[in-house]
């Protein structure tokens, strides 16, 4: 769109530059019905100062880890939003980057405060791949295999039950609740924990959504240490696989409730608390969680495939992957790995030389690497 802010909304209709069904509107708050028609007057001059304002807002450093024609790997920084078409977000960055990626979501949606590896689509057939994608359609996939990195409150054992394959817990789609008002004669109930937590976690009370398929984990410890104020801190490793979409998410639910909750976490601030000052200082407030690793797999076997959800056929064009029409029997395969070095504020032995005192390194006990 032109306009991208209100800003520039209210501004364009102070110019007179907005007309609603042939007439010039002046009320910002007029509310639009079914079948107005909306037309934008700009200038040359305007649209291009316009269009050079709204690059500029867009235009994010991105650090490219693999780009091949029809996909491309970045790095999303902590503090950023994945989807939305306005300015700030990874998915406007993407399209006002020389990678000519399309204005759509990017297959890797990972939560504002997580950052890491994020894998978008560069060709409308890419696209069509995660549209298309699903269980029962054997003629099309996609797998996105992430690998996340973390930093825990707590020390986890070898041995744990807890250390293997787990199932990730199931992610409903949010949604808003009107606040209603309580009368001051009207005693207010205490309310379970558990059940706010679990509500503001959007788990009570809503259906999954369609993307908020099943998903496993492979929980691995890399490193536990003991700080010298007897806090402890661990550093896991989480493969995860069958959902692209608010991993994060589940991660730290799945170990809030397993006892380890992620560093960072707004409904674990007690443990933040138990840290040494010099570590709170350092972390920020910041969630210790990233995608480190991604590996995707991409593989379609016929020139045609049906969208239950649109209940539409869509044609693969032969660009991605081989020359159908060359090769004859329409199949085709692609498939890359990509891994970035782990970040150093995600290893417990980091944060164990940040304590207040000065022979912290000294105190550091109960180091395993596997």
């Known amino acids: 769109s032109i306009l991208r802010s209100r800003r520039q909304c209210n501004a364009a209709i102070a110019d007179g530059a907005i007309q609603i069904n042939g007439e010039i509107a002046y009320d910002s708050a007029r ?3 079914t079948g107005d028609e909306l037309v934008i007057l700009l200038d040359g001059q305007h649209e291009a100062e316009l ?6 807002q867009t235009t994010a450093k991105l650090p490219i880890h693999y780009e091949n024609k029809h996909f491309a790997v970045v790095w999303k920084n902590a503090g950023m939003r994945t989807c939305g078409n306005f300015a700030g977000t990874l998915q406007m960055a993407l399209m006002s980057s020389n990678m000519d990626c399309l204005d ?25 791949l995660k549209l298309i994608e699903d269980e029962s359609n054997s003629h099309a996939s996609l797998r996105i295999l992430h690998v996340f990195v973390a930093l825990v409150h707590g020390a986890l054992s070898l041995s744990s039950e807890f250390v293997g394959d787990v199932d990730l817990p199931l992610c409903s789609e949010r949604f808003w609740r009107q606040k209603t008002r309580v009368p001051s004669d009207t005693p207010i109930c205490k309310r379970d924990p558990n059940t706010d937590e679990k509500e503001k976690d959007a788990t009570v009370g809503v259906t999954p959504s369609w993307h908020s398929e099943a998903a496993t984990a492979h929980i691995e410890r890399l490193e536990c240490v003991t700080l010298s104020n007897g806090a402890q801190l661990s550093t896991l490793k989480l493969t995860c696989q069958g959902r692209r979409g608010r991993v994060g998410h589940s991660i730290c639910k799945l170990l809030r409730d397993a006892g380890y909750p992620v560093v960072g976490d707004s409904f674990c601030k007690s443990e933040r608390a138990a840290l040494p000052r010099g570590c709170r200082t350092k972390m920020k407030n910041k969630l210790h969680l990233a995608c480190v690793e991604v590996n995707v797999n991409a593989s379609v076997d016929l020139p045609q495939l049906h969208d239950a959800r649109n209940n539409e056929c869509v044609t693969i064009s032969g660009d991605i992957g081989v020359d159908m029409e060359a090769s004859g029997n329409a199949i085709f395969s692609e498939g890359f790995h990509v891994t970035c070095p782990t970040p150093e504020r995600y290893l417990a032995t980091t944060w164990a030389d940040l304590t207040d005192d000065a022979n912290s390194s000294a105190d550091v006990c109960n180091v395993n690497n596997e």
């Open 51 to 56: 269009a050079q304002a709204a690059k500029q």
């Open 104 to 128: 759509v979501p990017p297959l890797t949606r990972l939560e504002t405060g997580c950052s890491g590896l994020c894998v978008a689509a560069k060709t409308k057939s890419a696209q069509w």
């Open 31 to 33: 509310i639009l019905k």
